[in-house]
């Protein structure tokens, strides 16, 4: 409980980088921050008292079947994915304010501003 | 420009030995994907900083000597390639798309169920690739230094 | 201790990371901190039995760091004092936040506790991924077998943005033209 | 079952047009033309099969809960054959749209990649796998947006791939709550566990989901950053991000998600209308006043899809019917709108509709398709806008709501203010361009006419006895709300 708050507390520290910072690598950051609790979040929410990681060893299964508890897999396996997505969204972000800042010299969003409206 | 040289002597002396530590852990993880944790994307990764480690290290332009990054982009499509064929000859020998359809072998062995470490295997080529070309881009793009408006 | 301390401890110390890292002035340290930040959610991972993304996370942070230092340091980054209406923009948000804060408490408190996940799907994939797809990494085969076709999904995701940055970043033939209409704006 | 090669030939195409192109285009222009001719007729035909069955295909060869499932039924093939229309004739216009002296095979694999990830959210039963597929689709929007490489082409891109991971990172909690809360992520068995859920859980996921999807959507509170984008991408893909991105993303996943899977609960319906109608009315103000005119039509855009959400949260079975004949009506206007204007971009190199003057000697064809089209959207008869918006608004009237009856009207009205004054200024008016006739290539002509004549055929689909084998079992996927569950599980 305690953890779930914290963690969604790291989201919305996050959600303030990118409503209210002005420059491009800050929002970039923030967009991170809020990956990084979004991923914490699914894997508390797999987490079991008292079992180990879902990797069989031959101490730990017998005929392919684990002896103890073990945590939930499903989770992991999602966040890898998620994980991914991430590493894909910071790399068009940094390309896209690499030549944004090559049009503008400047990281300021506030002075970026071309479009109306 | 300096950047182009790369590092001094000891680093250059260190990293070749270290990197080939680093790609060995690689190829491991990758490897093992099904056994230990890791996996293809892990392992690509590491060996994507095992080629940046030598672009730090030795410069740019050493790197550019005898890095064909046109191949490399083509062998990172032809792995994702790959991966949907597999996908299809699943669909055609197994149950469905993408389904495991070749012999599952003994628990514990590195050689055993079925697609899952040819999967690893081209995840772990394809991420590598990637991410070198996308360091490899993020680098080579010289910026002029703006500011003085 | 249990492992609920450890994380609470974590989490703290990553949220005080995270608020340093976006109010600090200096580029190089907000990076930096993020970059602990990043290593916390790796600890984070291991506490919580799942290493494989221990591994994955670690990897992610050190590619970033080096991304981002790579691309923006040397890059000129000065901006200017904050306006009157950006103070106002900030406390809003705050307010706003805070406020979606609380009224998130009682939510979490219907979620099955912390350490006791319902596992009414997954029960299936401890007891039979091992003998069905012959991986003992149950994870992996997670991914590469019962829910490959999100694998599939994963490269092309990857694939589609490596293609995109470097279609962002290969198009020289504009970049003359574009700073020229910037100065006539100017 | 067909439902995964709509999957595999884009994503074929796209890999093998990285590989295989270098200097030459001809082998990617080749190639994507092909793999989406080939989407439409294995649309058409999938949705001719299905009729009112519901289709399970189960990836791997594994039972359901423990695998990822895509569904095909009437609604998933009626948007994939919108899908498929826009991206033929999208990608026709490109043909010639796209021309530039260096390679462009990266714009045909981004757009096969579009194609794909929208093709994928609308195939799948897996709340992950849509999240997924979806982050492909905007990935290649991002770039696509940027394509032009000009400086507010980037600025615009770089808005909207902030404002999509924002609601992308909302979505992901989302489907953890779910996760956590349900211990499933198969869509059916989602739909079997909430009910059995505390209300206010239920509610607060709805909440995280509106808000994520609402954004994908641009419904008006989360509409900031379409008129950018949209107006800044190049003219098909304007027509693509317009015409289904926002269907597929972001209408056809609430569809899905708070009809098939949460039963449309009346809070949630109250909701989708109140968004709906400030979207109609607020939108058309905020385009009345552009001069641009593509974020004039982009405003359009919000304010068509506000008709939807109205119809939508009606939820009678006709205001569905409404609803579902509005997203075919608007991704074939308003792709035709767009690809009007980037024709009229293309050759006086402004978007102004002040420099523009007395278009209708210079370009007969493109003046008269955004004739039939602004007739269509301003939702005159006989063409197919007409229909659409006369069926919510009698689906109001029906169902005791006056007062959206009404918006509804004004909205119409408002609309075809806004696209005579795109007539006025634009097509008619004094001459302003010296130049005495403009040549355009066949392949933006056969793309315009194609729309502008579907934009009549497609009134037929409302006749009584075409409507139940089109329409009807659309509606009926829709309006049947919690039969989807025994459907795809099949007990």
């Known amino acids: 409980m305690t953890v779930y708050l914290l963690c969604f507390a790291l989201l919305l520290v996050g959600v303030y980088g990118v409503l209210t910072k002005r420059d491009l690598i800050k929002i970039i950051l923030s967009l991170g921050i809020m990956g990084y609790a979004t991923n914490l979040m699914i894997i508390l929410f797999a987490y079991k008292n008292g079992a180990i990681y879902a990797i069989l060893t031959k101490a730990n299964s017998l005929n392919g079947k684990p002896t103890g508890p073990m945590v939930d897999p499903l989770p992991q396996a999602l966040i890898l994915t998620s994980i991914v997505i991430e590493l894909g969204i910071t790399a068009m972000l940094v390309a896209m304010s690499i030549r944004l800042y090559e049009k503008y010299k400047t990281f300021d969003i506030t002075k970026i501003r071309r479009l109306s409206g | 420009m300096k950047q182009n040289e790369g590092m001094t002597l000891i680093v250059k002396t260190v990293t070749r030995v270290s990197v080939w530590l680093i790609f060995l852990y690689g190829i491991y993880i990758i490897l093992h994907g099904h056994l230990t944790p890791g996996g293809g994307f892990a392992g690509g990764v590491v060996l994507a900083l095992g080629f940046l480690n030598i672009m730090l290290a030795y410069g740019r332009k050493y790197v550019e000597g005898w890095l064909n990054i046109k191949l490399m982009k083509d062998i990172e499509s032809s792995m994702a390639t790959l991966f949907l064929a597999l996908g299809i000859l699943g669909m055609s020998f197994g149950g469905g798309l993408l389904a495991n359809f070749l012999s599952k072998g003994e628990l514990f062995r590195l050689l055993s169920s079925g697609t899952i470490p040819i999967l690893n295997i081209l995840i772990g080529t394809k991420v590598s690739m990637a991410l070198f070309v996308v360091i490899y881009s993020l680098a080579v793009l010289h910026i002029v230094k703006g500011g003085e408006k | 201790m249990p492992v609920e301390t450890w994380l609470i401890f974590i989490l703290s110390f990553m949220i005080v990371g995270s608020i340093t890292a976006l109010e600090l002035k200096d580029l190089l340290s907000s990076i930096i901190s993020i970059g602990v930040v990043g290593l916390g959610v790796s600890i984070s991972f291991l506490f919580l039995q799942a290493p494989d993304l221990a591994i994955v996370q670690f990897l992610f942070e050190i590619f970033a760091l080096i991304i981002l230092i790579r691309a923006f340091m040397r890059r000129d980054y000065h901006l200017k004092e904050p306006s009157r209406s950006h103070k106002f923009l900030v406390i809003i948000s705050i307010l706003t936040l805070v406020s979606i804060f609380v009224l998130s408490i009682n939510i979490f408190k219907l979620l099955p506790p912390f350490g006791q996940p319902l596992m009414e799907t997954s029960k299936y994939y401890l007891d039979n991924a091992a003998r069905e797809t012959g991986a003992a990494n149950i994870v992996t085969a997670i991914i590469l077998d019962y829910r490959a076709y999100d694998t599939l999904g994963e490269v092309t995701v990857l694939f589609t943005a490596i293609l995109g940055a470097l279609t962002i970043l290969h198009m020289k033939r504009h970049a003359k033209s574009a700073s020229e209409d910037s100065n006539e704006t100017k | ?491």
């Open chain 4, 1 to 491: 079952m067909i439902l995964p090669f709509f999957i595999i030939i884009p994503l074929l195409a796209a890999f093998l047009i990285t590989l295989i192109s270098g200097d030459n285009d001809n082998w990617a222009v080749i190639l994507s033309v092909l793999a989406v001719v080939s989407l439409l007729l294995l649309s058409v035909f999938a949705f001719i099969s299905t009729q009112d069955q519901t289709l399970v295909y189960e990836t791997g060869g594994w039972q359901l809960p423990f695998t990822i499932c895509l569904v095909q039924d009437a609604l998933s093939c009626f948007m994939l054959i919108v899908v498929s229309l826009i991206s033929l004739t999208s990608l026709i216009f490109s043909v010639q749209y796209i021309r530039r002296k260096e390679p462009c095979w990266k714009y045909y694999a981004l757009f096969m990649l579009l194609v794909t990830g929208m093709n994928g959210v609308i195939a799948t039963g897996d709340i992950f796998n849509l999240f997924v597929f979806m982050e492909i689709a905007l990935f290649a929007a991002y770039a696509l947006v940027a394509y032009g490489g000009k400086a507010e082409e980037f600025e615009a891109s770089f808005k909207y791939a902030v404002m999509g991971s924002l609601s992308s990172t909302l979505i992901l909690i989302g489907i953890g709550i779910l996760y956590s809360a349900t211990s499933t992520l198969t869509m059916a068995k989602i739909a079997q566990v909430l009910p059995q859920k505390d209300p206010a859980l239920v509610n607060w996921i709805g909440g995280i989901f509106l808000a994520g999807f609402g954004l994908k959507a641009a419904v008006m509170p989360f509409h900031a950053w379409l008129p950018d984008a949209h107006s800044s991408a190049p003219a098909p893909i304007s027509s693509m991000l317009s015409g289904v991105l926002i269907k597929a993303l972001g209408v056809y996943v609430l569809i899905r998600f708070f009809f098939n899977v949460m039963g449309a609960p009346a809070a949630f319906m109250q909701i989708f209308m109140i968004l709906g109608s400030i979207s109609i009315i607020v939108a058309s103000f905020l385009a009345i006043g552009q001069w641009d005119l593509k974020r004039l039509l982009a405003y359009s855009s919000i304010s068509q899809v506000g008709f939807i959400f109205l119809g939508l949260g009606i939820a009678s079975p006709l205001a569905i019917l409404g609803a579902v004949f509005h997203i075919l009506n608007h991704a074939i206007f308003k792709a035709l709108l767009f690809y009007n204007a980037g024709v009229v971009e293309m050759f006086l190199g402004t978007r102004d509709l002040r420099k523009m003057g007395d278009l209708r000697k210079a370009m007969p064809i493109t003046s008269a398709t955004s004739m039939i089209a602004t007739l269509s959207v301003s939702g005159l008869p006989p063409f197919n806008g007409f229909f659409s918006k006369l069926i919510i608004i009698i689906a109001a009237i029906q169902a005791g709501l006056p007062v959206y009856a009404t918006i509804a009207i004004v909205g119409s009205f408002l609309t075809l203010g806004y696209f005579l004054k795109v007539q006025r200024y634009g097509f008619r008016g004094e001459n302003k361009i010296e130049k005495p006739e403009i040549k355009i290539g066949w392949g933006m002509r056969t793309a315009m006419i194609i729309l502008a004549a579907l934009c009549l055929i497609t009134s037929v689909l409302v006749i009584p006895g075409i409507r139940e084998v089109t329409l009807g079992p659309v509606v009926d996927v829709i309006s049947n709300k919690l039969n989807y569950i025994s459907l795809v599980l099949g007990r």
